[in-house]
């Protein structure tokens, strides 16, 4: 499975160790735990909570279970990071496959490069924003990647490292 719902990256990974120490161990709701989210981290909105829970699943530090979220217990490595985030974010694998190694892209070229990858349903459900949102979450892809230092940030740009 694959989530789509990417956050801005933070400035470290010490953030992704706070926001998933503030999910619960013991299983809570989405509700409860978005709730326990703002309140611990300060998060300004539900969504904002709600996207950081759907993406600490796809970094496999939180998961659902019948009984609601839960914290998984194991430290944010940023290696195992790195593959999750590869392997099971929705258009990273091919955000980075566009960035080349020897030279620099900007954000605008890389999402120009990614577009054909916007599911077509999509397209659809919003055409007057889709662009902005995709445009968006590229953004935060390469900003994650330079993060877990899957690429590199310049003023040219990005690429691959």
Not at 112 to 132: A, L
Request: some cysteine; overall charge negative.
């Amino acid at each position: 499975m694959k989530f789509k719902p990417i956050p801005e990256a933070p400035d470290s990974l010490d953030f992704v160790s706070d926001v998933q120490r503030a999910v619960p161990l013991i299983p809570g709701t989405e509700d409860d735990c978005c709730a326990r989210l703002m309140r611990r981290i300060g998060f300004q909105s539900r969504d904002v909570a709600r996207t950081w829970l759907t993406f600490l699943r796809a970094l496999e530090l939180a998961k659902e279970t019948d009984s609601g979220f839960v914290r998984i217990r194991r430290d944010p490595d940023e290696e195992a990071l790195a593959e999750a985030f590869q392997t099971r974010v929705y258009g990273v694998s091919t955000v980075l496959d566009v960035l080349p190694e020897d030279e620099w892209l900007e954000s605008e070229a890389v999402f120009e490069r990614f577009s054909d990858e916007i599911p077509t349903w999509e397209r659809y459900k919003d055409p007057t924003r889709v662009e902005d949102v995709w445009r968006e979450r590229v953004g935060n892809m390469l900003e994650w990647a330079v993060l877990l230092g899957l690429a590199e940030r310049s003023e040219d740009g990005y690429r691959r490292t």
